[in-house]
Every structure is written in structure tokens, then in C-alpha cells.
């Protein structure tokens, strides 16, 4: 079967380059390409006020495509969705500890490898969800659950 075109541009980067420079001095090309496309960041998360802790569910922002599991209006979400967080290597620190704990801003954050089953070592974004860590066909959306309800979707990270 042919492989799944990658609506992310991986073409044409030095080879691990994330592995060569530090996340502050990679290009935008370069820091989009880091991003796996498991969709994971996109879920709503419940966020315990006194512990601090984060709970993950399977309620979906209401731009995610469950198949995809992308962002189906990327390039003008904030019209729709103003609070969707725009990540960047001067913001990680506040944001790290939300994230998914496959993200691969998070790992190279952490100092970790990417996981084998990165698109940019195995040459095709089929492998996240391959693998089993990417949202595919398991989400619900934010129009169907209301906010109130939430805490009935809360589900462990697939990793
Ligand atoms: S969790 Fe990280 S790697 Fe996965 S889609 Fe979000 S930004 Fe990309
Ligand atoms: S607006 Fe798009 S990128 Fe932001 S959380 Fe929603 S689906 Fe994800």
C-alpha cells in the first residue's frame, strides 16, 4: 500500500537535526516536522486546581478530525478557537507539563529521544498511528459532551 501523504513538510531536513542543534535555534520548517501528528495535545484536559494535576479525556476540540487527527483549519483556528496554545521553544517551559508524554517537544525538552515510531524516522506519519498513540477513531467531540460531563471521559494516554 502506498504511504500516507504527510500533510507536514519533511523534506529537504538535515538528517536528525533535532539531534544536532538545540530547540531554540531550529528552523520553523525544522520545529513543524517535530511535531508527530498524534493529535493528543488537541484533547481537552481537566486540570486539579489544588494538585495541579492533569487529567487526559477523550473529548476532542471541536476543530480535531478524528481521522486525521488534525486540526482541520490550522492556519486561521484562533478565529474559531482563540485559546488554542501556538507552541514555541520560548513557551515550553510553561507548558511542558500538560503535554502529551509522547509529544516530541516534550521529550527533546526532557532530553529524550524521539520514539522509533517518529514520521521523521520511519519516512510516513502511518506510524503513529501504527503504533497506537495517536487519537484515531477513539475521540468525541466538544459538541457532543458539555464541559460539566468531562470528568466521565477521562481516559489514561495512549503511549
Ligand atoms: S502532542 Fe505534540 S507531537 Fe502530538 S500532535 Fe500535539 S504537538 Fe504534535
Ligand atoms: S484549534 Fe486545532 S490545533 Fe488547536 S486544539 Fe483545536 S484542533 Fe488542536
Redesign the pocket.
Known amino acids: 500500500m502506498k504511504p500516507a501523504k504527510d500533510v507536514i513538510d519533511r523534506s529537504g531536513l538535515g538528517k536528525r537535526f533535532w539531534e544536532k542543534k538545540p530547540l531554540d535555534k531550529l528552523s520553523q520548517k525544522e520545529w513543524e516536522a517535530?511535531?508527530?501528528?498524534?493529535?493528543?495535545?488537541?484533547l481537552n484536559k481537566l486540570e486539579d486546581e489544588e494538585s495541579g494535576e492533569v487529567a487526559l479525556t477523550r473529548v476532542a476540540c471541536r476543530l480535531l478530525d478524528d481521522e486525521s487527527?488534525r486540526c482541520c483549519q490550522y492556519p486561521i483556528r484562533h478565529q474559531f478557537v482563540p485559546e488554542c496554545i501556538v507552541?514555541k521553544p520560548d513557551n515550553l517551559d510553561t507548558h511542558a507539563y500538560w503535554?502529551?508524554e509522547?509529544?516530541?517537544?516534550?521529550l527533546l525538552w526532557q532530553g529524550n529521544p524521539l520514539p522509533e515510531w517518529h514520521p521523521l524516522l520511519t519516512g510516513t506519519p502511518d506510524s503513529v498511528h501504527e503504533a497506537g498513540v495517536s487519537v484515531r477513531g477513539w475521540t468525541v467531540s466538544e459538541f457532543e459532551i458539555s464541559e460539566d460531563e468531562w470528568e466521565d471521559h477521562i481516559i489514561e494516554e495512549p503511549t
Open positions: 517535530l511535531c508527530d501528528g498524534c493529535g493528543k495535545c488537541c487527527c507552541l503535554m502529551p509522547t509529544c516530541a517537544y516534550r
